[in-house]
């Protein structure tokens, strides 16, 4: 009885001190050990901690990241790879303009080619504040002439060939005005960064050029139009998922616009309609609705229906 007793204020305890934890718990700091890698390919890796997920892929001649994480986190990131491969970092792709996948690039060496999309180039230079977030870290600021891309592409890039090929496309505004969508067609694998940042409602981020009516069109163009894929790269997911995931995805976020306009059309204020939306079951393992989030991009919405 006594022993029982002492198990259950264990446990207690044990739930109290958990619970304490989740509430106060700092962010990560900056270091290679707050780092984890999943093996995607024999060359081809994923990091993830410290923002938005990279891509490390080896080739030939040299690594390739796709995207370099929050201020601080570059340099880790470097001895990240240096655990990885011999081959020195010689390229970097950015996604997209934010800074939980931009900032590491002022820890590379002025040596490293960096490649965005052109709206993405612009937006870098601006770092405008994140609509439904507010203003965001500027590194760029702190570290004049650093971490800009150099090399842009309009509609698609092609780089390098056989093994070592790389796609860079554009399909149109979604999360922002400058999303580009990674693949590597050796390996059958794409980076789509925050376009299908996990199973949740997306940034729709209309600051930085991003579109909330155009982003299941955008998205679906491109599920659609890079057809040989098996795998996909996400922005902050804790694994690959598929494009039929991404397609899911795309419902998804058509059927939240659809809803916002609908109510809209019925006379609803802006704050009524995303109070009203909930995520339909028939979406398995999507998150619940946060409340400023819905807010935000409903307002997004809202001011680009007419
Ligand atoms: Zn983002």
Not at 66 to 78: A, E, F, S
Request: no cysteine; glycine share 10%; aromatic share 8%.
């Amino acid at each position: 009885m006594k022993r029982i007793t002492v198990l259950g204020t264990l446990v207690l305890l044990g739930g109290l001190s958990i619970a304490v934890t989740a509430a106060q718990q700092p962010a990560p700091q900056p270091s290679v050990d707050n780092l984890t890698v999943e093996k995607v390919k024999d060359n081809l890796f994923v990091v993830r901690g410290g923002g938005g997920n990279t891509a490390v892929f080896v080739t030939a001649t040299g690594v390739t990241l796709v995207d370099t994480k929050n201020p601080g986190w570059g340099q880790p990131l470097l001895d990240k790879v240096k655990t990885l491969t011999d081959k020195p970092v010689t390229r970097v792709i950015n996604t997209h303009t934010h800074y939980d996948h931009v900032s590491g690039n002022v820890a590379l060496p002025g040596t490293v080619e960096i490649i965005a999309h052109e709206n993405t180039q612009k937006l870098m230079t601006e770092m405008n504040p994140v609509s439904g977030l507010g203003t965001t870290p500027n590194v760029f600021k702190d570290n004049p002439g650093k971490g800009m891309p150099k090399r842009t592409f309009k509609d698609k890039l092609t780089i390098g060939a056989g093994a070592d090929q790389i796609n860079l496309y554009y399909f149109g505004p979604a999360h922002t005005g400058g999303d580009a969508f990674v693949e590597f067609p050796a390996l059958r694998v794409m980076h789509v960064g925050d376009t299908f940042p996990n199973k949740g409602l997306p940034i729709m981020d209309k600051s930085n050029d991003g579109s909330g009516v155009e982003y299941a069109n955008t998205i679906t163009k491109a599920v659609n139009g890079v057809p040989n894929v098996d795998w996909l790269i996400n922005g902050h997911t804790p694994a690959q998922t598929t494009p039929a995931e991404m397609k899911e995805f795309a419902e998804f976020v058509r059927e939240f616009v659809t809803t916002i306009q609908a109510a809209k059309k019925a006379g609803k204020t802006s704050d009524e309609a995303a109070a009203a939306w909930t995520t339909p079951a028939k979406y398995k393992g999507y998150a619940a609705p946060n409340a400023d989030r819905t807010k935000a991009y409903t307002a997004v919405i809202y001011a680009e229906t007419k």
